[in-house]
């Protein structure tokens, strides 16, 4: 029975793989949709979770992961959308235009204004999404303090480039959850990899609540 259902979760990772490259080909405009359309069936979505880059959906399946939920069997699916410019085409092709989920997600205070022209023109509600003030990593690195921060990238063996950071004219006098943001987009991959660390380090209860909100919300 173990191994059965091992091979099911594995296929539904793979279905939930499949249907996100398809949305990003139909939102590109290499797909007329069909197959995306297919593997919502299929796996029984009935929402999609908008995030505007990778850091952020590294951040919401880590957090899903600590709470025990699985949001694929739950009939959720998460999208990087690629940039926050791209809202109103996914809001179009994944909500009530298109194929009729419901859509929640985050956006940044500053994106706020493209979101909810997005929402709008695809007839979703702007309610169901969650602002963070500035963007998801200020709101982690404010919950967690920056001296945990700090300690984080001490124990990922990033103390040497931090330090290096912190010599740049452009730092003298930021405040430190400033830095440590402005840091953590310096190198590829970066955001992502303390996108999940930074998670991981929460509290229980100290969760952003953009973030909970999310999460609670699916």
């Keep these: 029975m173990a191994d059965t259902k091992a091979s099911a979760d594995t296929r539904v990772t793979a279905d939930v793989r499949a249907f996100r490259d398809e949305v990003g080909r139909w939102a590109a405009g290499g797909s007329d949709g069909d197959a995306a359309r297919d593997l919502a ?26 709470r025990g939920r699985d949001l694929a069997a739950e009939g959720v699916c998460v999208v990087s959308m690629g940039g926050a410019m791209s809202v ?37 509600p702007c309610e169901d999404f969650f602002v963070c003030v500035a963007d998801l990593e200020d709101e982690l690195i404010r919950a967690l303090g920056p001296a945990k921060v700090e300690e984080i990238i001490r124990t990922e063996g990033d103390l040497r480039p931090w330090q290096t950071f912190l010599t740049q004219p452009a730092q003298h006098g930021r405040p430190r959850h400033r ?7 310096t190198k590829k991959g970066r955001k992502i990899r303390y996108g999940t660390l930074l998670v991981e380090a929460l509290d229980a209860d100290g969760v952003p609540a953009p973030l909970d909100d999310l999460l609670a919300s699916v």
């Design 88 to 124: 109103a085409r996914y809001a179009e092709l994944l909500g009530p235009p298109g194929l009729g989920l419901r859509l929640t997600g985050l956006c940044d205070e500053r994106e706020r204004g493209f979101y909810e022209r997005g929402l709008l023109r695809a007839g979703a």
């Design 41 to 66: 069936v299929s796996l029984g979505l009935r929402t999609a979770v908008l995030l505007e880059g990778p850091s952020d959906f590294a951040a919401v399946g880590t957090l899903a992961a600590r």
């Design 179 to 185: 830095q440590l943001r402005r840091f953590l987009g």
